[in-house]
């Protein structure tokens, strides 16, 4: 039976609920969002005059969280015009327009008795074959559809999203006691290929995968905090990034989730789990239940364990309860890690430290080992379902297991034994089969270990996917230190920014033009993508700094020649390019996105030309393109100085998508030839798709532009008194007025006397030009070096 999801109906408006509404609209899905009527009215609807009977006031409480929601930072929405495709009810006047959805979930208070009255009313109304789950976070599945009707059972399960629902890929499917396997099938699929998210089938035991092992981790730390007495920040610089964490690391992860939220999870956990080994981890320290009684919550009641006093953050002292100044963390052993790129990389030293750092990552590793292996099979009975519950809810760039095989897993055997823990058998049976590690790549494919074969399987679900790391090894065709060239098959080739932070270097752009070079003499195309957290931060601003300090003008005229070079033989090349842009794609990125003959951007993609923010304009070729594309959008009768101040506009604020569909509104994108992937893990497959396809319709190599118009002084003249006018009213800077009229000269083609057609060459002239002009500026180069040194821009 094909199903197919056209419209979604939501009950609970709560932050979940209006969550998922909102990532269901995001994709492009009709959405029905409901919540409860309002028992009484508030004191602004008695002044208007309005009754219980009001449908303002009955649908009062789902309009008001779905307003909310729309309103928060991040945003849930991609795009805010995608709101419209929610529609708001209550569950008294509008239960029964859920006949029409093809998907009904629950996303209602943590109640059973609460839950099981909502199903017996969505039932009253549900047609048959109708798709109805369970946002819970831990209630257990197979007590909710008790007394329902058997055809509800069989289409029934839990659908776990993670808060926030737009942001964090994890999407567990707990099945119920008659799910049928068409709906989970289904529904990991619906997960993977259309919600973006990385479906994981769970057991229904308590807190299902993720929040298990999550919960037990951060419990963890609670308890050797005080045993190893760390203070939080040391925790948090412990458990951070080094270790390819988020930035909020612990403590402060616990703040923005609400420590609340934490606590009702473990306590669930305490009650739910007698006979964990780990069972009296889960109660909570004394220190907890005092931060619970001082309603110290987090970011929700102002303080947690940090507090913002004026422009300072204070720390929590886990002695003495009371907050101190933050204190700077430092431990040798991290200092050892710093040459080494990826995280991966560097578990096999920290567990070697031999100071306090050291021994706090052998007993938490240790730890989590040991716990993991003793979940296996009693949440899952797939060990890499673990791995992917924890990188997509938590945040983690490498699982509890993909860990320890980088540690070496008789050395984690050893580490856990040390505190007096115990692995799982199947461990020593692993390794007693040849098994030495949990994960191999075999044929570009990820393989893990199967309890039940003793031998690697494939793990499922990689057909639709590229995964890089697993195929550079074998298909690598070239390389230097800051890219390589890896064959996609068919005839496609990759180029990979393998940079720091993945900023556009020499070697990155002697890699793109290499690629180019092969492709045209033995391949059909080329994808420009990466896998790293971010696509591009840009160019080298550091080379830039250098070379303007030392007054090396024709080095950096060459450098930035180098550069335009490079995008326009991307835009000119005999085979198509396609370039594959996610996370922040930022300057230069930004420039080489321009340029390509297809674009398929990740939705995650914060696209954007920043220069101004480091004093100069769009040296790349971008300057240029946002002029010819301005151009191209001049219609007859049209108001052309409004459409080029558009552009203009979009260069001068360093305006920055938060999401790749409001890129198409500032111009970066183009609709009808680009195109977004919600899951960015199929992203480079889709990319290298295109690029086939472009080459199989008989790609033909295209014909630099010389029809460009450019208004001249018509359009100089305009920009010229907004400037003056943003300068007089101390809206900007004069260094910024400086900027913004180099980028005003470029984009209005100089200081022509009537509008004229020039080619892009003459539009690169006066970029490059421009850009020059401002490396020679003192304040320019104070930003560059603020930029550099404190990581955010200077306003001088």
């Not at 969550?19 to 492009?28: M, S, V």
């Not at 009001?54 to 945003?75: E, Q």
């Amino acid at each position: 039976m094909k199903r197919t999801i056209k419209k979604v109906a939501v009950i609970g408006s709560g932050i979940m609920g209006s969550g998922i509404a909102c990532h269901f609209a995001n994709i492009g899905v009709e959405v029905l969002l409901l919540d409860i009527v309002p028992k009484e009215l508030t004191e602004a609807e008695t002044k208007k005059g309005l009754t219980l009977e009001s449908k303002a006031v009955r649908n009062r409480i789902v309009n008001d969280h779905l307003a909310n929601a729309l309103k928060s930072k991040p945003s849930p929405i991609y795009h805010q015009k995608f709101a419209s495709r929610i529609a708001t009810g209550n569950t008294t006047d509008d239960l029964a327009k859920i006949a029409d959805a093809d998907w009904i979930i629950e996303v209602v208070v943590e109640r059973l008795d609460i839950k099981k009255s909502v199903f017996e009313q969505i039932e009253k109304y549900r047609k048959p074959g109708t798709l109805i789950t369970s946002n819970t976070s831990g209630i257990p599945i197979h007590f909710m559809s008790e007394g329902r009707s058997e055809d509800f059972q069989q289409h029934f399960c839990g659908t776990h999203f993670f808060n926030p629902a737009r942001y964090l890929k994890l999407f567990e499917i707990i099945p119920g006691p008659k799910t049928s396997r068409e709906v989970l099938d289904f529904l990991n699929n619906y997960g993977e290929q259309y919600l973006g998210k990385t479906s994981v089938v769970a057991k229904d035991t308590p807190a299902f995968i993720g929040n298990r092992i999550g919960i037990f981790g951060i419990q963890s730390l609670f308890h050797l905090v005080k045993q190893m007495d760390l203070t939080i920040e040391e925790v948090d610089k412990l458990t951070g990034p080094v270790i390819g964490r988020p930035k909020s690391a612990t403590f402060r992860t616990v703040d923005v989730v609400g420590l609340d939220t934490l606590v009702h999870v473990a306590n669930g956990l305490y009650e739910g789990v007698p006979n964990d080994e780990a069972h009296e981890l889960f109660k909570l320290p004394d220190f907890i239940g005092k931060m619970l009684e001082n309603k110290w919550l987090g970011s929700k009641t102002g303080q947690g364990f940090y507090k913002k006093v004026d422009k300072d953050i204070l720390s929590l002292d886990l002695n003495t309860l009371e907050y101190r100044p933050n204190k700077k963390a430092s431990f040798a052993t991290l200092e050892l890690t710093k040459t080494i790129d990826k995280p991966i990389d560097r578990f096999k030293v920290l567990v070697g430290g031999k100071d306090k750092a050291g021994e706090f990552y052998r007993k938490s590793f240790g730890a989590m080992f040991a716990y993991v292996s003793n979940r296996v099979p009693e949440i899952t009975d797939d060990l890499y379902k673990i791995d992917d519950a924890m990188k997509a809810g938590f945040g983690w760039e490498n699982g509890p297991f993909e860990i320890w095989d980088a540690v070496g897993v008789e050395k984690g055997i050893e580490l856990l034994q040390a505190e007096g823990l115990t692995a799982a058998p199947w461990v020593n049976d692993m390794l007693a089969s040849g098994n030495k590690t949990f994960y191999t790549v075999k044929d570009g494919a990820s393989h893990y270990y199967d309890i039940a074969s003793k031998s690697q399987q494939k793990v499922p679900g990689q057909d639709a996917f590229i995964i890089l790391n697993n195929i550079r090894e074998n298909k690598k065709i070239w390389n230097n230190a800051g890219a390589s060239i890896t064959h996609l098959g068919d005839g496609i080739l990759n180029l990979e920014f393998q940079s720091k932070m993945n900023v556009i270097s020499g070697d990155v752009l002697m890699g793109i033009n290499k690629a180019i070079d092969l492709a045209e003499k033995e391949y059909e195309g080329l994808v420009i993508g990466n896998q790293g957290a971010n696509f591009s931060v840009g160019a080298n601003i550091g080379m830039i700094f250098m070379m303007a300090v030392e007054q090396e003008y024709d080095e950096l005229n060459m450098a930035i020649k180098a550069f335009q070079n490079t995008v326009m033989r991307c835009r000119y090349s005999s085979i198509p390019v396609v370039v594959a842009p996610h996370g922040m794609t930022l300057g230069g990125g930004c420039e080489i996105s321009l340029h390509a003959d297809k674009v398929v951007a990740a939705a995650e993609s914060y696209i954007g030309l920043v220069e101004f923010g480091v004093g100069v304009i769009p040296g790349g070729g971008g300057s240029k393109e946002m002029t010819l594309r301005a151009a191209d959008q001049f219609h007859k009768n049209d108001v052309e100085l409004n459409v080029l101040q558009e552009y203009f506009l979009a260069v001068a604020m360093a305006k920055v998508s938060t999401s790749a569909y409001e890129a198409f509104d500032t111009g970066i994108l183009q609709p009808g030839k680009d195109i977004v992937v919600v899951n960015r893990d199929r992203q480079i497959a889709e990319a290298k798709k295109q690029a086939l396809l472009l080459a199989e319709a008989g790609y033909t190599q295209p014909i630099q532009r010389k029809d460009i118009k450019v208004l001249g002084k018509q359009a100089l003249g305009m920009f010229y008194v907004g400037t003056d006018q943003m300068t007089a009213g101390h809206f900007i800077s004069d260094h910024d007025k400086k900027i913004a009229n180099k980028l005003a000269y470029v984009m209005a083609g100089g200081d022509l006397s009537e509008p004229t057609f020039v080619s892009e060459q003459y539009l690169l002239d006066l970029e490059r030009e421009a850009f020059l002009s401002l490396c020679t500026e003192r304040k320019t180069l104070e930003r560059i070096q603020f930029m550099l040194t404190k990581g955010k821009p200077l306003r001088n």
